[in-house]
């Protein structure tokens, strides 16, 4: 995600525009300090490799991954055009990850991280500062492209039923499991299809109890219309993977269509979902999703003719050298959103149905953001994605960081 949109020489020219905007944006004194703080965050992760192992599925035995204790704390400003309140603090938590995707925290304030490429599982201890890889999902693959071990998400009832969730790229599939850590890991919905991008992959409870997955069209466009696929589609459902009497359409999983490849899902206090999105040349998007409503793709990019009110369009849209939005989390009444491509974190202001850009945060430090999710102390988990084969690693990488808003 994030990836190539355009062809050849046309990609390059882009990203060597992208990097020597980020470049004239930070002052050399600005630079060398993150170069120092990095440098401190690469050899404190050296030091605090652990070896604990721990319940594995279908992989070599687990151990601990990096870890920083909190050395580096980086002020985030209050930008041009944003008031002090925006402003906020960056510090690391954990190093040494390998493209963490999903986030899930359980109750108690303990954290679940998906690693894509390996499959593996990592849990961070509330206040231990330490990432235990405690399970693998050994039938995730990832062949090169988007796919892998993706969504994560903590049942409602954890506390009861001690299930978790995951949107799993396999050798023939996208599907969505279930487990208990350690545990058989079951399918609850296959057969969707795969593809080397767009494969979509966040998953996350509403306030209704029920799971919602974003499902890309696997740059296949028409299948975002194809009122026969859940490709390309934000899907509803059971716990137990079934349909809810109240979707849309009996008997379907089928939420809204015409995506092309959702990967940020968040509600607002009033119980509204919010969603990002890719787009391919033009316009990134942020959408208000309603049930049964069709954006547009690929018969509209952005805002656009909405065909007599066929089709709704975005509320927020970027151009897509600045952003590739992925993970989304919204606090107080406003979304906040991963950027890869525009490697920062986005901000939108919510009023009720209506929704503004914000001035951005983060703009090149940490290179590509992937997931962004709240915490339960409010604070926001930010994840890096620089070794997915896009990015340019740093010592370190990948990390999480939590960023406080103030």
């Known amino acids: 995600a994030g990836g190539p949109r355009r062809c050849g020489a046309e990609r390059v020219l882009a990203r060597r525009r992208h990097v020597c905007r980020a470049a004239a944006a930070v002052s050399t004194a600005e630079m060398t300090r993150l170069r120092m703080a990095m440098a401190v965050c690469g050899t404190a992760a050296l030091a605090a490799c652990g070896g604990t192992s721990a319940t594995t599925t279908g992989a070599a035995p687990a151990r601990d991954t990096a870890t920083v204790p909190v050395t580096v704390t980086v002020t985030v400003p209050a930008t041009p055009g944003a008031s002090a309140a925006a402003a906020g603090t960056v510090r690391t938590l954990v190093t040494g990850l390998s493209v963490p995707w999903g986030v899930a925290f359980l109750p108690g304030g303990d954290a679940l991280v998906g690693e894509r490429n390996s499959g593996q599982i990592v ?4 206040g231990a500062r330490r990432a235990r890889r405690v399970m693998t999902i050994g039938s995730a693959y990832n ?34 499991v279930r487990f208990r850590l350690g545990g058989p890991i079951r399918p609850i919905l296959t057969g969707l299809r795969r593809g080397t991008l767009h494969d979509g992959g966040r998953i996350a409870f509403g306030p209704d109890g029920k799971l919602y997955a974003g499902v890309g069209e696997t740059a296949d466009a028409p299948l975002a219309q194809d009122p026969g696929s859940r490709n390309g589609k934000i899907l509803r459902m059971n716990p137990d993977g079934s349909a809810p009497s109240d979707n849309p359409t009996k008997g379907s999983l089928v939420y809204s269509l015409g995506h092309r490849n959702v990967q940020g899902l968040a509600w607002d206090a009033k119980g509204r979902l919010w969603e990002s ?9 942020v959408n208000l999703i309603q049930p049964g409503h069709n954006y547009g ?21 970027w151009p897509t050298n600045e952003a590739s939005p992925s993970g989304a989390a919204i606090v ?14 986005l901000r939108v202001r919510l009023s009720g149905t209506s929704a503004r850009k914000l001035t951005p945060w983060l703009a090149g430090r940490f290179g590509r953001l992937r997931t962004v999710v709240r915490a339960p102390d409010g604070a926001l988990w930010v994840t890096t994605s620089n070794r997915d084969g896009r990015g340019a690693p740093r010592a370190g990488d990948d990390r999480i960081l939590r960023v406080t808003v103030r």
Do not use: C
């Open 123 to 126: 849990r961070i201890t509330k």
């Open 143 to 176: 062949d090169g492209g988007e796919g892998g071990l993706l969504g994560l998400a903590a049942s409602p009832a954890y506390a009861r039923d001690h299930l978790v969730y995951a949107y799993v790229t396999t050798r023939t599939d996208n599907r969505i």
């Open 297 to 317: 793709w690929p018969v509209v990019e952005g805002v656009g003719d909405t065909a007599g009110g066929k089709y709704t369009n975005p509320l927020v849209t």
């Open 332 to 345: 107080g009444n406003t979304m906040y959103i991963g950027a890869l491509q525009g490697q920062d974190v």
């Open 277 to 285: 999105e890719f787009g391919q040349n033009r316009f990134d998007e």
